[in-house]
């Protein structure tokens, strides 16, 4: 099966290609793609397949008559983290935003926290 993929270094190509090397196997890649728009463009016209997060997958909606299948393979689960140079020096609307979130994160039964704090 083609994969329409997004450039080499972006996170989802590299916990692709990780998963598929554990697993022994090779990704055959037709083509590598700036964006989430134009890989839904590229799919639409029949290049392939690709793996994008669902909410980008519904913003992209509009770009053409596309299906979506959850992944639930751990390669495929996302941490997204907030990063500053350092959190103590951000205006205060900004630390309120980090406090609201730490906040939050800590609410959330999860094994690491949600932010990341740079030094």
Not at 1 to 18: C, K, Q, T
Not at 73 to 83: C, T
Not at 92 to 103: E, F, G, K, Y
């Amino acid at each position: 099966l083609d994969h329409v993929g997004l450039h080499a270094n972006s996170s989802i190509s590299l916990a692709m290609h990780e998963a598929a090397a554990a697993a022994g196997r090779t990704i055959r890649l037709r083509i590598h793609v700036t964006g989430l728009d134009a890989m839904c463009r590229m799919i639409h016209n029949g290049l392939g397949v690709g793996v994008m997060p669902r909410r980008a997958f519904h913003l992209m909606h509009g770009v053409g008559d596309l299906a979506c299948v959850r992944l639930a393979d751990a390669w495929a689960e996302r941490e997204i983290s907030l990063v500053a140079r350092d959190f103590s020096t951000l205006p205060l609307t900004a630390r309120l935003l980090v406090d609201h979130l730490r906040a939050r994160a800590d609410t959330v039964a999860a094994p690491e926290s949600a932010l990341a704090t740079a030094a």
